[in-house]
């Protein structure tokens, strides 16, 4: 069986910047379980794994356009302390839910505290960098009508309802 739609993949795999940091891995866990095709995954990696069979691993690097998109310096702003009511201690690297320009939810991150001044950020942290994936494929079966209903992958390794 090869990765396609509607498929449900397992891949064991280690993602590491340039620079060879490791940022994120499956290793000493359970393989990431996604269903192809539905967005699950970043789209350069599953480009990248459609027509792959079990067994197959690769190597892949994936441009910033086809991850977390460019870093966008308009993504960031200041806002003011008082903007954060509720929240009695705020330290860089929080994160709050935001609404951004478009009425849409985002994720914003607090990347500087100047006394009142809160700086911001709405940009993924890894946009704007290319993306190194070692990449194992564990397993692959058809997707239930419910899971493709759903559009992720239910059960072990996958979303839990």
Same mark, same amino acid.
């Given at each position: 069986?090869?990765?396609?739609?509607?498929?449900?993949?397992?891949? *064991?795999? $280690?993602?590491?910047? *340039?620079?060879?940091?490791?940022?994120?891995?499956?290793?000493?866990? @359970?393989?990431?379980?996604?269903?192809?095709?539905?967005?699950?995954?970043?789209?350069?990696?599953?480009?990248?794994?459609?027509?792959?069979?079990?067994?197959?691993?690769?190597?892949? @690097?994936? +441009?910033?356009?086809?991850?977390?998109?460019?870093?966008?310096?308009?993504?960031?702003? $200041?806002?003011?302390?008082?903007?954060?009511?509720?929240?009695? +201690?705020?330290?860089?690297?929080?994160?709050?839910? @935001?609404? @951004?320009?478009?009425?849409?939810?985002?994720?914003? $991150?607090?990347?500087?505290? *100047?006394?009142?001044?809160?700086?911001?950020?709405?940009?993924?942290?890894?946009?704007?960098?290319?993306?190194?994936?070692?990449?194992?494929?564990?397993?692959?079966?058809?997707?239930?009508?419910?899971?493709?209903?759903?559009?992720?992958?239910?059960? +072990?390794?996958?979303?839990?309802?």
């Amino acid at each position: 069986m090869l990765i396609a739609a509607n498929k449900a993949v397992s891949i *064991d795999y $280690t993602l590491t910047n *340039d620079a060879g940091e490791v940022i994120d891995s499956s290793a000493g866990g @359970a393989p990431l379980v996604y269903l192809q095709g539905a967005g699950n995954i970043i789209p350069g990696l599953e480009k990248a794994l459609e027509g792959k069979a079990v067994g197959d691993e690769l190597t892949v @690097a994936v +441009e910033p356009e086809d991850a977390y998109g460019e870093y966008a310096a308009e993504l960031v702003s $200041t806002l003011s302390r008082s903007m954060f009511e509720g929240v009695d +201690e705020l330290e860089v690297g929080m994160q709050f839910h @935001a609404s @951004a320009p478009d009425g849409q939810m985002q994720i914003v $991150t607090i990347r500087d505290l *100047d006394g009142d001044d809160v700086t911001v950020d709405g940009n993924h942290p890894l946009a704007g960098q290319r993306l190194n994936f070692q990449v194992k494929i564990i397993d692959i079966r058809d997707a239930s009508q419910e899971e493709v209903a759903h559009g992720h992958v239910h059960g +072990e390794g996958g979303h839990h309802h």
